[in-house]
């Protein structure tokens, strides 16, 4: 290639390269929201037969008992097991916090059994309804914001087409956690821990490469 051609290569491919970068430093924040946002899974709310409170912090909680007294389902159900953290049992500490806000006894249910995943939490849930509830079809999924894509999927997997999943995330301004997720350290690991799970996820439950176990974690 004569050298002013290659020059003029070399310069026209300079000129995108900054236009680029540019762009992404000028719409970085939107950029940035679009990548949490792709996490991001809110339905519209109608009453179904059971929530479902993935195990966390107690905001999920008090969120939930929000929508079972707006009467959005029949029955609250806790799972998680053991939490180190906190020390203390989901199930049981869930039932507490219910009770306190006036929830009636027997619209709570639990399983304390242990659990590494989300995943197993959705297996939990699974295996009440059909030994308890066999007559309910739809389930209200109570999590954080950018827990929803996950989510979504594993209790689709989990509970499959017929059942109805209505995806209700914790308003961001009834948590810690930040929108804008790159002014916060703790809310920037969530969303970068997130990607990694949907990977993860998507090797160990969607291709069923059951090795991959011993790397499970909630």
């Not at 953290?85 to 929830?103: P, R, T």
């Amino acid at each position: 290639m004569p050298l002013s051609k290659r020059n003029l290569v070399i310069s026209i491919i300079l000129i995108v390269v900054i236009i680029l970068l540019s762009t992404l430093l000028i719409f970085r924040d939107q950029i940035r929201l679009l990548i949490g946002g792709y996490l991001l899974v809110q339905d519209n709310l109608y009453p179904v037969d059971v929530i479902h409170v993935i195990a966390g912090d107690d905001y999920r909680t008090e969120y939930a008992i929000q929508l079972y007294k707006q009467g959005y389902a029949k029955l609250l159900f806790f799972t998680g097991g053991w939490c180190v953290e906190h020390e203390y049992f989901h199930g049981e500490h869930g039932l507490e916090l219910a009770l306190e806000a006036g929830v009636p006894r027997e619209a709570v249910a639990y399983d304390e059994t242990q659990v590494m995943s989300t995943y197993d939490e959705a297996l939990l849930l699974k295996k009440y309804l059909n030994e308890k509830q066999p007559s309910y079809q739809s389930v209200m999924v109570v999590s954080d914001q950018f827990h929803m894509r996950r989510s979504q999927w594993t209790y689709r997997h989990i509970l499959g087409k017929g059942f109805t999943i209505i995806m209700a995330p914790v308003p961001f301004n009834q948590t810690p956690i930040k929108q804008q997720w790159w002014t916060d350290a703790a809310s920037q690991k969530y969303v970068e821990d997130e990607y990694k799970k949907m990977v993860y996820y998507f090797f160990r439950y969607q291709l069923n490469l059951k090795w991959l176990a011993i790397f499970d974690k909630y």
